[in-house]
């Protein structure tokens, strides 16, 4: 027997319970009409662009990719140091003489060091001295130093770190499990604290690469390898927070939606968290969709999962194997290939 008290309670927590999910909704619709409209926004676009260009050279047509290089250099102050120095590579190989020396000084305002260039077999074949352009290098650097925080480097570095001893651990035994999430969910708080301040950490914010050896064992280029990603680090330890459900991520999602749209996060990463956060759902509630990056919708939508990998810049579902199968090709030419990065 139920009391009227009882009774009203059951009500009221029916009605908060609707509530609760009234506001899901307002945030699932608030979230796709975002997205769906950032075909228009230029950090959008800048992927689109690269990713344009980045399909020429699998496509072996070197001409086009370049134009499209020349579009993204026009159109864009900040450069990634990847496509800066696959945009010299275009050059050197289109034997485009006249842009050789505003390229390699994007490459160095990207931040990408002197010996880099030099070691290069691609571009120390077609442009075999580079130090024949005039070329203020160390006022070049400073301009890619003035933009890094780095504050905030050091510090996603030492996070990286202990994020990479707990995942040892627990790679090792599950008993190490709870250790491994507590620092997962330490990362990822101190991560959104610095996004909502200074933005996603991320190649814009932290920079790339600079440990000298390190590119000078890879100056050639391992097979889909981006030797000057730094950035990966922040991604990867939100990979393992969101490798478990994570309850209340909507926020989160909002903050790392309005860094897309900012151009402060890459595409690639963004779909990867969401295919994370999709992967581990608990209920249809959740409004996380697969983006086919890492991990790939059981159900198959493609049509669905194609619309949404547009409306954030990158190529439709497939395009990866079609990039693999590129890189696999070029990995006994002595690096003699414009480099793409597999992600």
């Not at 102050?77 to 390699?104: P, S, V, W």
């Not at 994007?106 to 002197?114: D, P």
């Not at 050091?154 to 994020?163: G, Q, R, V």
């Not at 669905?304 to 090709?329: A, D, F, S, T, V």
Request: net charge positive.
């Amino acid at each position: 027997m139920f009391t009227s008290t009882t009774i009203n309670k059951k009500n009221n927590s029916s009605l908060i319970k609707n509530g609760i999910n009234l506001c899901i909704l307002f945030l699932i619709l608030f979230s796709i009409n975002k997205i769906g409209h950032s075909q228009s926004n230029k950090h959008i676009n800048y992927w689109k662009l690269y990713y344009n260009m980045e399909e020429s050279v699998i496509d072996s047509n070197y001409t086009k990719a370049l134009e499209y290089y020349h579009e993204l250099y026009q159109e864009y102050e900040f450069i990634y140091a990847n496509h800066a120095f696959m945009g010299l590579q275009l050059c050197a190989i289109n034997a485009d003489q006249k842009n050789n020396k505003k390229y390699i000084e994007q490459c160095y305002k990207s931040g990408i060091l002197e010996d880099v260039l030099r070691n290069n077999i691609l571009i120390r074949e077609h442009i075999p001295n580079i130090e024949q352009y005039p070329i203020n290098y160390d006022s070049l650097r400073t301009i890619y130093w003035s933009r890094i925080n780095l504050e905030i480097r050091e510090e996603i570095i030492k996070m990286d770190s202990l994020d990479n001893i707990a995942t040892d651990k627990v790679n090792k035994s599950f008993l190490n499990y709870f250790y491994w999430r507590k620092i997962s969910k330490r990362n990822a708080k101190r991560i959104f604290e610095i996004t909502e301040r200074y933005g996603y950490p991320s190649e814009k914010l932290i920079g790339i690469n600079q440990n000298q050896q390190l590119i000078d064992s890879l100056s050639e280029y391992k097979v889909g390898y981006n030797i000057f990603n730094h950035a990966y680090r922040t991604t990867n330890m939100l990979v393992h927070y969101f490798s478990n459900h994570t309850k209340n991520y909507q926020d989160k999602n909002l903050i790392l939606e309005e860094e897309l749209l900012k151009g402060n996060i890459e595409p690639a990463d963004y779909a990867v968290l969401h295919d994370f956060q999709a992967q581990w759902k608990l209920t249809n509630l959740d409004n996380e969709f697969y983006y086919n990056v890492w991990h790939h919708d059981p159900y198959q939508r493609i049509e669905e999962i194609n619309i949404r990998r547009k409306n954030i810049g990158l190529k439709p579902e497939g395009y990866q194997k079609k990039k693999k199968k590129y890189i696999i090709k070029n990995r006994k030419s002595e690096f003699k290939y414009i480099h793409i990065e597999y992600h």
